[in-house]
C-alpha cells in the first residue's frame, strides 16, 4: 500500500489541525495504520496507532486527550485530528501501516508515507 500524508501547515498553540493519510489500492481495511512523528533533532516517536476495524487504538501519553485517531476504509484514509497544539508538537508527521497487531514502535510498520510538516508556534 502506498501513503500519502498530507494537511500540516503552520499554526498557533492551542489551534487544530486536521492530518489525512490517502492509501493507494484495495487492501487498506487489512492494515493497522499508525502515525509518527519527528521533530528536529530527534528521533522519530509513536503518537498513536489504530485497528482495521476501530476497535483498538493506542495514543502516546503526550497527545492522549488532545489527538483522536479515525480511518474510513471505505475511504481508503486514516485521520489524525490535533486539537490544543503545543510547540512541542511541531514535527514531520508521518503515517504507516503495518500486518498484524497493534504496534507502537516504528520498525514495526513496513509501509510509510513521506510526512507532513505541522509547525506550532507559541
Known amino acids: 500500500v502506498q501513503l500519502q500524508a498530507s494537511g500540516g501547515g503552520l499554526v498557533q498553540a492551542g489551534d487544530s489541525l486536521r492530518l489525512s493519510c490517502a492509501a493507494s489500492?484495495?487492501?487498506?481495511?487489512?492494515?493497522?495504520m499508525g502515525w509518527f512523528r519527528q521533530a528536529p533533532g530527534k528521533e522519530r516517536e509513536f503518537v498513536t496507532a489504530i485497528s482495521r476495524t476501530r476497535t483498538g487504538i493506542y495514543y502516546a501519553d503526550s497527545v492522549k486527550g488532545r489527538f483522536t485517531i479515525s480511518r474510513d476504509n471505505a475511504k481508503n484514509t486514516v485521520y489524525l485530528q490535533m486539537n490544543s497544539l503545543k510547540p512541542e508538537d511541531t514535527a514531520v508527521y508521518y503515517c504507516?501501516?503495518?500486518?498484524?497487531?497493534?504496534?507502537?514502535?516504528?520498525?514495526?510498520?513496513?509501509?510509510w508515507g513521506q510526512g507532513t510538516l505541522v509547525t506550532v508556534s507559541s
Open positions: 489500492g484495495d487492501t487498506f481495511g487489512t492494515y493497522i
Open positions: 504507516a501501516a503495518k500486518d498484524g497487531s497493534l504496534s507502537t514502535r516504528h520498525f514495526a510498520y513496513s509501509n
